[in-house]
């Protein structure tokens, strides 16, 4: 059941990728700076509500306190972009898909995190 699961959420988020590889294109050749300034914005305001979820919840453990911080840095954008479907502006269009960057690359960067040893010390041993 797991592991249907996890193919279910890999195909979409393959699906998330190529529409969002669409949107950033457009918006990236349409003005590149306007678009950067969008992805800095979209990182910080994930990155900043991760930790301060982290943060807020640290009395619960760095396992939980970090589930839901990452929750809460990655809020939904992709289903305010599905809800929103062909309704949303160039430019709002633009900044969904500069949300969705950090959503995808923030569990990467965790894992890394945790291969370094002087992460360990944050991790609790089983």
Do not use: H
């Not at 301060?52 to 305010?80: D, K, M, P, S, W």
């Not at 969705?100 to 945790?114: D, F, Q, R, S």
């Amino acid at each position: 059941m797991i592991i249907a699961v996890a193919r279910i959420a890999v195909i979409g988020l393959i699906i998330v990728g190529l529409a969002t590889s669409q949107g950033i294109s457009a918006q990236w050749t349409s003005n590149a700076l306007r678009f950067d300034m969008m992805l800095v914005a979209a990182i910080v305001a994930n990155f900043g509500l991760c930790a301060l979820a982290t943060l807020t919840f640290a009395r619960l453990g760095l396992q939980t306190a970090g589930t839901i911080g990452l929750v809460t840095g990655n809020r939904n954008v992709t289903l305010v972009w599905a809800a929103a479907s062909f309704g949303l502006p160039p430019l709002a269009e633009g900044y969904v898909a500069a949300c969705v960057i950090p959503v995808l690359a923030l569990p990467l960067i965790i894992k890394l995190c945790l291969r370094l040893p002087s992460f360990g010390r944050f991790v609790p041993q089983n």
